[in-house]
C-alpha cells in the first residue's frame, strides 16, 4: 500500500551543499557544547549513590537539605525532582565504604520528620566499576562503528562504507551535543540509546544505498546525482512513514514513560531525527564527492558476470565429461 505517491523526482543532491554546511555546524556546535559543559555522568559510569524517596505530598526539599547536612556521608549530596513533585533523588558522588552501613536506613533515620515516604531505590556503583563501565562503553561503540565499517564495505564498495561511518559519526556527534546541552544523565540506558541510533540509522542508511546501488546496476544512466535523486525519491515514502511511526512512539515513551526513561526516549529521538536527515543529506553525498565511477562500475559488473559465466561454462562441461 503507497500512501504517497510521486510524480516527479526530487533534487535532494542540488541542495546537498546546503545540508552539509548546515550538518557542519551543526556538528561544530555539538563539539563546541561538549568542549565546554561536558558530559554529566551518572552514577553508573562516575560512581557514587543515587536513592529515590517519594513523599505523599510535595518533597520539603529545603528541608530535606537542612537534614541531610547533619550527617557526613551526604555531603555534597544534590536532591532534585525526579518526574514529580512528590518524587525526588538524592546523589552522591560517594559511597558508604563499608558493606555494613545501609544507605537506606541512614537516610530514612536523616530524614525523619519531614513527612512520609518511602526509599523506593538505592543505587551503589564504586568509582573503579564506573571507570570500567565507561571503558566498555566507549569500547562498544568503538567496536560497532568498526563493525559496522567491515560490513558496508564487504556488501556495497569501500566509498559506501566510508559514507555510512561519517554519517554514524554525525549523527552520533549531534546526539551527544543534545545530551550535554540539556545536561542529561549519562547512564548506561543513554550508551544504549546510542547504540540503538547506530542501528536505526544504519538501516536507513543501507536501504537507500541498497537503492543506490540497484538504480546503478540497472540504469543506463550514468549521471551519479541523478541516480541518487531517483532512488532517494523511491525510497522517500518507506523512509517518511517508517521515521514518522518510530519517532511517535519514541515521543510517547518521552512524554507518558516517566523520569525513569526520560534520557533514553530523549536521546532516541534526536537520534531518529538526525539518523534520517544524515541517511538522505550526508551519507549519499559523500558518494559524489568520492568521486564514485558509474561507467567503472559498469566495468566491473561486466567482468564479474563475465567471470561467473565462464566458470558456470566449465562447470557444466567437467559435470558432462567434456573438458
Given at each position: ?148 565499517l567491515i560490513y558496508v564495505a564487504f556488501r ?162 567437467f559435470e558432462s565429461g567434456v573438458m
Amino acid at each position: 500500500m503507497e500512501f504517497f505517491k510521486y510524480t516527479r523526482t526530487f533534487n535532494f543532491m542540488g541542495k546537498s551543499k546546503i545540508a552539509i554546511v548546515f550538518s557542519i555546524l551543526l556538528v561544530l556546535s555539538s563539539y563546541v557544547v561538549l568542549a565546554t559543559k561536558g558530559l554529566n555522568y551518572g552514577v553508573d559510569f562516575a560512581g557514587g549513590t543515587v536513592v529515590q524517596v517519594k513523599y505523599d505530598k510535595p518533597a520539603p526539599i529545603d528541608e530535606m537539605r537542612a537534614k541531610l547536612k547533619s550527617n557526613n556521608i551526604f555531603d555534597g549530596s544534590s536532591i532534585s525532582e525526579f518526574g514529580s513533585p512528590q518524587e525526588v533523588v538524592i546523589r552522591m558522588k560517594t559511597t558508604t565504604g563499608s558493606v555494613t552501613t545501609d544507605i537506606g536506613d541512614l537516610t530514612r533515620k536523616s530524614l525523619k520528620g519531614t513527612g512520609n515516604y518511602e526509599v523506593r531505590r538505592v543505587d551503589i556503583v564504586g568509582p573503579k566499576v564506573g571507570s570500567e563501565l565507561k571503558e566498555k562503553g566507549i569500547m562498544s561503540l568503538v567496536l560497532a562503528v568498526m563493525g559496522i565499517l567491515i560490513y558496508v564495505a564487504f556488501r556495497f564498495e569501500w566509498r559506501f562504507a566510508v559514507a555510512s561511518v561519517v554519517a554514524l559519526v554525525h549523527d552520533v556527534s549531534i546526539s551527544l551535543g543534545a545530551i550535554s546541552l540539556v545536561g542529561i544523565d549519562v547512564n548506561l540506558d543513554v550508551l544504549a540509546a546510542i547504540l540503538t541510533i547506530l542501528g536505526y540509522s544504519l538501516n536507513d542508511t543501507i536501504i537507500v544505498f541498497d537503492r543506490i546501488r540497484e538504480g546503478i546496476t540497472n540504469s543506463r544512466n550514468v549521471n551519479l546525482a541523478e541516480t541518487i535523486n531517483e532512488s532517494i525519491t523511491r525510497t522517500l515514502a518507506r523512509t517518511t512513514l517508517t521515521s514518522l511511526t518510530t519517532f511517535f512512539v519514541v515521543f510517547t515513551l518521552f512524554m507518558f514513560g516517566g523520569e525513569i526513561i526520560h534520557a533514553f526516549a530523549f536521546t532516541l529521538l534526536v537520534g531518529i531525527v538526525v539518523g534520517t536527515y544524515s541517511s538522505i543529506f550526508v551519507a549519499s553525498p559523500i558518494l559524489l564527492w568520492f568521486g564514485f565511477d558509474v561507467k567503472n562500475y559498469h566495468v566491473k559488473l561486466a567482468d564479474k558476470a563475465k567471470r561467473e559465466a565462464e566458470k558456470n561454462k566449465m562447470r557444466a562441461q567437467f559435470e558432462s565429461g567434456v573438458m
